[in-house]
Protein backbone atom coordinates (compact mmCIF):
# COMPACT_ATOMS: atom_id res chain seq x y z
CA UNK A 1 0.00 0.00 0.00
CA UNK A 2 1.45 3.36 -0.80
CA UNK A 3 -0.73 5.17 1.64
CA UNK A 4 -0.07 7.31 3.97
CA UNK A 5 3.04 8.81 3.00
CA UNK A 6 1.99 8.98 -0.66
CA UNK A 7 -1.05 10.92 0.23
CA UNK A 8 0.54 14.06 1.35
CA UNK A 9 0.35 14.40 -2.13
CA UNK A 10 -3.69 14.15 -2.04
CA UNK A 11 -4.08 17.18 0.26
CA UNK A 12 -4.94 19.38 -2.35
CA UNK A 13 -5.58 17.40 -5.57
CA UNK A 14 -8.07 15.17 -3.97
CA UNK A 15 -10.13 17.58 -1.84
CA UNK A 16 -12.35 20.48 -2.22
CA UNK A 17 -9.70 22.66 -3.07
CA UNK A 18 -8.89 21.36 -6.16
CA UNK A 19 -11.69 22.71 -8.48
CA UNK A 20 -11.33 20.56 -11.63
CA UNK A 21 -12.20 17.39 -9.67
CA UNK A 22 -14.69 19.09 -8.23
CA UNK A 23 -16.04 20.22 -11.31
CA UNK A 24 -15.39 16.94 -13.32
CA UNK A 25 -17.23 15.10 -10.38
CA UNK A 26 -20.07 17.27 -10.39
CA UNK A 27 -20.83 16.92 -13.82
CA UNK A 28 -19.62 13.96 -14.93
CA UNK A 29 -19.55 11.32 -12.07
CA UNK A 30 -22.35 12.17 -9.93
CA UNK A 31 -24.90 12.20 -12.45
CA UNK A 32 -23.92 8.46 -13.29
CA UNK A 33 -23.32 7.71 -9.60
CA UNK A 34 -27.43 8.83 -8.76
CA UNK A 35 -28.52 6.49 -11.39
CA UNK A 36 -27.37 3.89 -8.98
CA UNK A 37 -28.24 4.90 -5.84
CA UNK A 38 -31.19 6.28 -3.06
CA UNK A 39 -30.58 8.87 -0.93
CA UNK A 40 -31.91 7.33 1.80
CA UNK A 41 -28.90 4.51 0.80
CA UNK A 42 -26.32 3.25 4.10
CA UNK A 43 -23.30 4.95 1.71
CA UNK A 44 -19.48 4.44 2.10
CA UNK A 45 -16.85 6.09 -0.05
CA UNK A 46 -13.81 4.00 0.27
CA UNK A 47 -10.47 5.77 0.05
CA UNK A 48 -12.54 9.05 0.45
CA UNK A 49 -9.62 11.47 0.92
CA UNK A 50 -10.61 14.57 1.02
CA UNK A 51 -14.33 13.98 0.60
CA UNK A 52 -15.29 15.43 -2.80
CA UNK A 53 -17.74 12.85 -3.36
CA UNK A 54 -19.12 12.45 -0.01
CA UNK A 55 -19.08 16.70 -0.16
CA UNK A 56 -21.71 16.33 -3.50
CA UNK A 57 -23.61 13.50 -2.16
CA UNK A 58 -24.65 15.59 1.33
CA UNK A 59 -25.56 18.05 -1.63
CA UNK A 60 -28.06 16.15 -2.66
CA UNK A 61 -29.78 14.98 0.12
CA UNK A 62 -28.11 11.90 1.39
CA UNK A 63 -28.35 11.84 4.82
CA UNK A 64 -26.26 8.10 6.03
CA UNK A 65 -22.93 8.58 4.97
CA UNK A 66 -19.50 7.34 5.60
CA UNK A 67 -16.08 7.50 4.73
CA UNK A 68 -13.11 5.87 4.94
CA UNK A 69 -9.63 6.88 4.18
CA UNK A 70 -5.46 5.64 5.40
CA UNK A 71 -4.78 9.44 6.14
CA UNK A 72 -6.34 12.08 8.83
CA UNK A 73 -4.48 14.57 7.07
CA UNK A 74 -7.23 14.41 4.52
CA UNK A 75 -10.22 12.93 5.96
CA UNK A 76 -9.43 16.19 8.37
CA UNK A 77 -10.18 18.00 4.96
CA UNK A 78 -13.51 16.59 4.77
CA UNK A 79 -15.55 19.61 5.36
CA UNK A 80 -18.95 18.24 6.80
CA UNK A 81 -17.57 17.01 9.95
CA UNK A 82 -20.89 15.44 11.01
CA UNK A 83 -20.05 12.64 8.39
CA UNK A 84 -18.44 9.72 10.11
CA UNK A 85 -15.24 8.89 9.14
CA UNK A 86 -12.53 5.93 9.52
CA UNK A 87 -8.65 6.40 9.44
CA UNK A 88 -7.74 3.09 8.43
CA UNK A 89 -7.01 0.43 6.03
CA UNK A 90 -9.45 -0.40 3.92
CA UNK A 91 -7.96 -3.79 3.51
CA UNK A 92 -9.76 -4.54 6.79
CA UNK A 93 -13.13 -2.90 6.49
CA UNK A 94 -14.49 -5.90 8.69
CA UNK A 95 -12.46 -4.44 11.45
CA UNK A 96 -14.80 -1.15 11.14
CA UNK A 97 -17.86 -1.90 9.76
CA UNK A 98 -20.49 -4.21 10.98
CA UNK A 99 -21.75 -7.42 8.60
CA UNK A 100 -24.36 -6.51 6.08
CA UNK A 101 -23.86 -2.11 6.94
CA UNK A 102 -23.84 -0.57 3.44
CA UNK A 103 -26.40 -0.29 0.85
CA UNK A 104 -23.86 1.63 -1.32
CA UNK A 105 -20.10 1.50 -1.65
CA UNK A 106 -18.23 3.78 -4.36
CA UNK A 107 -14.63 2.93 -4.86
CA UNK A 108 -12.78 5.27 -6.82
CA UNK A 109 -9.25 5.69 -8.04
CA UNK A 110 -7.71 4.03 -5.11
CA UNK A 111 -7.70 0.69 -6.08
CA UNK A 112 -4.68 0.96 -8.11
CA UNK A 113 -2.68 1.86 -4.76
CA UNK A 114 -2.94 -1.56 -4.07
CA UNK A 115 0.11 -4.01 -4.25
CA UNK A 116 -1.06 -7.44 -5.45
CA UNK A 117 -3.78 -9.91 -6.76
CA UNK A 118 -3.68 -10.96 -3.16
CA UNK A 119 -4.59 -7.48 -2.25
CA UNK A 120 -6.90 -6.97 -4.13
CA UNK A 121 -8.59 -10.72 -3.35
CA UNK A 122 -8.70 -10.00 0.08
CA UNK A 123 -10.39 -6.59 -0.64
CA UNK A 124 -13.33 -7.82 -2.36
CA UNK A 125 -13.71 -10.66 0.03
CA UNK A 126 -14.25 -8.12 3.43
CA UNK A 127 -15.91 -5.32 0.95
CA UNK A 128 -18.46 -8.42 0.68
CA UNK A 129 -18.97 -9.06 4.13
CA UNK A 130 -20.23 -5.21 4.74
CA UNK A 131 -22.62 -4.82 2.02
CA UNK A 132 -25.46 -6.13 2.26
CA UNK A 133 -27.54 -8.28 -0.24
CA UNK A 134 -28.42 -6.38 -3.44
CA UNK A 135 -26.45 -3.40 -2.55
CA UNK A 136 -24.10 -1.88 -5.37
CA UNK A 137 -20.27 -1.06 -5.28
CA UNK A 138 -19.30 1.46 -7.93
CA UNK A 139 -15.40 1.00 -8.76
CA UNK A 140 -13.96 4.09 -10.99
CA UNK A 141 -10.40 3.60 -11.69
CA UNK A 142 -7.88 3.63 -14.46
CA UNK A 143 -9.02 2.08 -18.00
CA UNK A 144 -5.90 1.17 -20.37
CA UNK A 145 -8.18 3.11 -23.63
CA UNK A 146 -7.16 5.28 -26.30
CA UNK A 147 -7.53 8.01 -24.20
CA UNK A 148 -4.93 7.19 -21.50
CA UNK A 149 -2.77 5.92 -24.03
CA UNK A 150 -2.82 9.12 -25.87
CA UNK A 151 -2.48 10.95 -22.11
CA UNK A 152 0.57 9.00 -21.43
CA UNK A 153 2.25 9.05 -25.11
CA UNK A 154 1.99 12.53 -24.28
CA UNK A 155 3.10 13.07 -20.47
CA UNK A 156 5.97 10.94 -21.20
CA UNK A 157 6.87 12.48 -24.21
CA UNK A 158 10.33 14.32 -24.53
CA UNK A 159 9.31 16.89 -27.17
CA UNK A 160 6.43 17.74 -24.51
CA UNK A 161 8.53 17.94 -21.82
CA UNK A 162 11.16 20.58 -23.44
CA UNK A 163 7.92 22.35 -25.05
CA UNK A 164 6.01 22.68 -21.42
CA UNK A 165 8.71 22.03 -19.03
CA UNK A 166 6.68 23.07 -16.38
CA UNK A 167 3.35 21.41 -17.66
CA UNK A 168 5.00 17.76 -18.22
CA UNK A 169 7.04 17.52 -14.88
CA UNK A 170 7.65 14.23 -13.91
CA UNK A 171 5.22 12.55 -11.46
CA UNK A 172 7.07 10.99 -9.02
CA UNK A 173 4.72 9.78 -5.80
CA UNK A 174 6.36 9.10 -2.59
CA UNK A 175 7.25 5.31 -2.65
CA UNK A 176 6.37 4.42 -6.56
CA UNK A 177 6.57 6.17 -9.64
CA UNK A 178 3.35 6.70 -11.02
CA UNK A 179 3.69 4.82 -14.31
CA UNK A 180 4.84 2.11 -11.79
CA UNK A 181 1.64 2.04 -10.05
CA UNK A 182 -0.55 2.15 -13.17
CA UNK A 183 1.39 -0.91 -14.10
CA UNK A 184 1.39 -3.08 -11.68
CA UNK A 185 -2.52 -2.11 -11.76
CA UNK A 186 -3.07 -2.90 -15.29
CA UNK A 187 -0.97 -6.36 -14.40
CA UNK A 188 -2.20 -7.56 -10.84
CA UNK A 189 -5.62 -6.60 -11.30
CA UNK A 190 -7.48 -5.81 -14.68
CA UNK A 191 -6.71 -8.90 -16.17
CA UNK A 192 -8.02 -11.12 -12.98
CA UNK A 193 -10.93 -8.45 -12.14
CA UNK A 194 -14.07 -10.46 -13.45
CA UNK A 195 -12.70 -13.55 -11.74
CA UNK A 196 -11.88 -11.99 -8.31
CA UNK A 197 -15.21 -10.53 -7.90
CA UNK A 198 -17.51 -12.61 -9.52
CA UNK A 199 -16.24 -15.62 -7.39
CA UNK A 200 -17.98 -17.43 -4.88
CA UNK A 201 -20.64 -15.40 -6.44
CA UNK A 202 -19.37 -12.35 -4.44
CA UNK A 203 -20.71 -9.41 -6.58
CA UNK A 204 -22.07 -9.55 -10.08
CA UNK A 205 -20.92 -6.99 -12.61
CA UNK A 206 -24.07 -4.79 -14.21
CA UNK A 207 -23.16 -1.92 -15.80
CA UNK A 208 -19.88 0.08 -17.14
CA UNK A 209 -19.38 3.44 -17.88
CA UNK A 210 -17.08 5.24 -19.75
CA UNK A 211 -16.90 9.32 -18.59
CA UNK A 212 -15.05 10.10 -21.74
CA UNK A 213 -11.73 10.38 -19.84
CA UNK A 214 -8.93 7.53 -19.24
CA UNK A 215 -11.40 6.20 -16.22
CA UNK A 216 -13.64 3.36 -15.83
CA UNK A 217 -16.88 3.00 -14.04
CA UNK A 218 -17.97 -0.41 -12.81
CA UNK A 219 -21.31 -1.12 -11.17
CA UNK A 220 -21.45 -4.44 -9.26
CA UNK A 221 -24.68 -5.99 -7.42
CA UNK A 222 -24.08 -7.85 -4.36
CA UNK A 223 -25.45 -11.41 -4.05
C1 LIG B 1 -6.19 9.12 -5.74
S1 LIG B 1 -6.87 9.32 -4.12
C2 LIG B 1 -8.59 9.20 -4.59
C3 LIG B 1 -9.46 9.89 -3.61
C4 LIG B 1 -10.97 9.91 -3.89
N1 LIG B 1 -11.54 8.59 -3.85
C5 LIG B 1 -11.28 10.57 -5.19
O1 LIG B 1 -11.87 9.94 -6.06
O2 LIG B 1 -10.96 11.75 -5.34
C6 LIG B 1 -6.56 7.73 -3.35
C7 LIG B 1 -6.96 7.69 -1.87
O3 LIG B 1 -6.94 6.34 -1.42
C8 LIG B 1 -6.37 6.30 -0.12
N2 LIG B 1 -5.83 4.95 0.08
C9 LIG B 1 -4.94 4.29 -0.70
N3 LIG B 1 -4.74 3.05 -0.22
C10 LIG B 1 -5.54 2.93 0.88
C11 LIG B 1 -5.78 1.88 1.82
N4 LIG B 1 -5.19 0.69 1.68
N5 LIG B 1 -6.65 2.11 2.83
C12 LIG B 1 -7.27 3.30 2.95
N6 LIG B 1 -7.09 4.33 2.10
C13 LIG B 1 -6.22 4.15 1.08
C14 LIG B 1 -5.32 7.40 -0.15
O4 LIG B 1 -5.02 7.83 1.17
C15 LIG B 1 -6.02 8.47 -0.99
O5 LIG B 1 -6.76 9.35 -0.22
Redesign the pocket.
Known sequence: ????E??ER?IT??SMDNKF?VFY?KHFILPIVMRHVKKSDHFI?????GG??LTLLRGEGFQNLYG????QV?LDRVPDKTIPTVC????NVKQFYSKNQFDAA?V???LH??DSKEEYCQFFENLHYIMKPGSVVII?DLYDGLFYKTYNAILHSKIARQVFPRVFVGRDFVQTHETDMHRRFFREFVPHFNKMVETQERFKIIKKHWPLTFEQLIVLKTI
Open positions: MDAPLTFLAIYDIGCAVLIDAALGNYLTFNTHLK
